[in-house]
């Protein structure tokens, strides 16, 4: 089973700025198999990105993915004030498929 | 516009079962795999089950194997989350999720609001 390990836990920050989360797997991620979820609380999630740099349909261009085999990364370049939530990876290459714990985004 | 419904979360003991149900509307259900994910309160996001489009394939988390049946009903665009020998740690909002295509490999690209199952006595 491929462990995913989110860093930050939280992440404080101010509207603006930019926000880095990053996503490492236990072992290689085939086929670059990442992607990423963005929940709000009360809220289910949303697809943010696929294929670890593909944005999802209606995803602002502020969001970007990137990385390859166990090293992953979600970028915001300019934080909105309702991207602050919840950020999920997720690989769905391996068996069974498995989320990371999550990165908190909070308003510094 | 895509839709996905839950229904059937509830209130049960330890050992009691419950079925969820899962409505589609909006696009080609026969077309997608589906799956099954839930959160526990406060916690994060962990996948339950998942079955292909045509329901020949299924699969279940160690969690669940043997307790959890996931089945569907692509006549009725209806999904759905048999759940057996239930326990307390199985208490979570349970989503019903649609795939990016009827097998793997496929990311989960729409998602129900969600249905709270509660297992305490």
């Known amino acids: 089973e491929s462990v995913l390990t989110q860093s930050p836990g939280t992440l404080s920050l101010s509207p603006g700025e930019r926000a880095t989360l990053t996503c490492r797997a236990s072992?290689?991620?085939?086929?670059?198999?990442i992607a990423w979820y963005q929940q709000q609380p009360g809220q289910a999630p949303r697809l943010l990105i696929y294929?670890?740099?593909s944005r999802a349909t209606g995803i602002p261009d502020r969001f970007s993915g990137s990385g390859s085999g166990t090293d992953f990364t979600l970028t915001i370049s300019r934080l909105e004030p309702e991207d602050f939530a919840v950020y999920y990876c997720h690989q769905y290459g391996g068996s069974p498929r498995t989320f990371g714990q999550g990165t908190k985004v909070e308003i510094k | 516009e895509m839709q996905l419904l839950e229904s059937g979360g509830d209130l049960v003991q330890p050992g009691e079962s419950l079925r969820l149900s899962c409505a589609a509307s909006g696009f080609t259900f026969s077309g997608y795999a589906m799956s099954w994910v839930r959160q526990a309160p406060g916690k994060g996001l962990e996948w339950v089950s998942a079955m292909t489009d045509n329901g020949r394939s299924t699969y279940y988390a160690d969690s669940v194997k043997g307790r959890f049946t996931i089945s569907r009903d692509n006549s009725k665009n209806t999904l759905y989350l048999q759940m057996n020998s239930l326990r307390a740690e199985d208490t979570a909002t349970y989503y019903c999720?649609?795939?990016?295509?009827?097998?793997?490999?496929?990311?989960?690209?729409?998602w129900g609001q969600g249905t709270l199952v509660t297992v305490s006595s």
């Open positions: 072992q290689s991620v085939s086929g670059s198999y």
């Open positions: 294929g670890a740099s």
């Open positions: 999720v649609k795939g990016s295509s009827g097998s793997r490999p496929y990311y989960f690209d729409n």
